[in-house]
């Protein structure tokens, strides 16, 4: 049962426009998210996280959009960069402090020069 | 290193052996989790080790695995009787505090296993 769903595995878009990363959740109790980014034949490393009370949050050109009630979020980059190409992986905890982290199957990001 | 260091990076083994993948968190770091990643999926939760409490395995898929962590720093994830399922990529992460989020977890950068 995958509790946090990618369904776009794949995902390519010109430098210079925007990028934007979805991620649907079923689990009601998840109350905090976040976006990994990982390169090849690295650890995931975090991006950016919202909490449910909250329905957006940007740092630079990140921002990460939350629906609580279409359990939906999204994760917006612009504009994208040649270096944003990685694999995003959407994450959900349930209850600030909880860092048993229920990850997303991911989405490969390619930006093209 | 200053990251959380993971090793073998790479192990491929006869289905029906026992493997052992090891840990080094960050320096001072009291959590560590381990996390796997099989093909097509995404990270999947195993088990968490905080300070001396007992450790959360409710993520272990079965008894064929188990985890210790000694000294409250180095970490063996054993995996006994390998089955080709076992295939994945394992994860390791630690954080330097608890009741924490999810930005300070910091994963290595994972060992490769292949059960064949």
């Known amino acids: 049962d995958q509790q946090v769903k990618q369904n776009s595995p794949s995902l390519s878009v010109q430098e210079g426009r925007i990028s934007i990363l979805n991620c649907d959740y079923t689990n009601s109790m998840f109350d905090y998210f976040l976006w990994y980014k990982k390169y090849p034949a690295e650890g995931p490393t975090f991006l950016i996280s919202?909490?449910?009370?909250?329905d957006k949050n940007e740092d630079g050109r990140f921002t990460v959009f939350l629906n609580k009630s279409a359990k939906h979020l999204s994760l917006h980059i612009v504009p994208s960069q040649p270096g944003d190409s990685a694999v995003y992986f959407c994450?959900?905890?349930?209850?600030?402090?909880?860092?048993?982290?229920?990850f997303g199957t991911g989405t490969r990001l390619t930006i093209i020069p | 290193g200053a990251g959380v260091s993971q090793s073998p990076s790479n192990k491929v083994t006869e289905k029906g052996k026992d493997v052992e993948l090891r840990c080094d968190p960050i320096?001072?770091?009291?959590?560590l989790y381990w996390y796997r990643q099989s093909l097509g999926q995404g990270l999947e939760f195993l088990i968490y080790?905080?300070?001396?409490?007992?450790?959360?395995k409710s993520g272990l898929p079965s008894d064929r695995f188990s985890a210790e962590r000694t000294g409250g720093s180095v970490s063996t994830l054993t995996i006994q009787r390998t089955q080709q399922e076992d295939s994945a990529v394992y994860l390791c992460?630690?954080?330097?505090?608890?009741?924490?989020?999810?930005?300070?977890?910091?994963f290595g950068e994972g060992s490769w296993l292949t059960v064949v």
């Open positions: 994450a959900a905890s349930a209850g600030f402090g909880n860092e048993k982290l229920t």
């Open positions: 992460a630690s954080s330097p505090q608890t009741g924490g989020v999810g930005n300070t977890i910091y």
């Open positions: 080790f905080q300070g001396n409490s007992a450790p959360d």
């Open positions: 919202i909490s449910s009370i909250k």
């Open positions: 320096s001072g770091h009291t959590a």
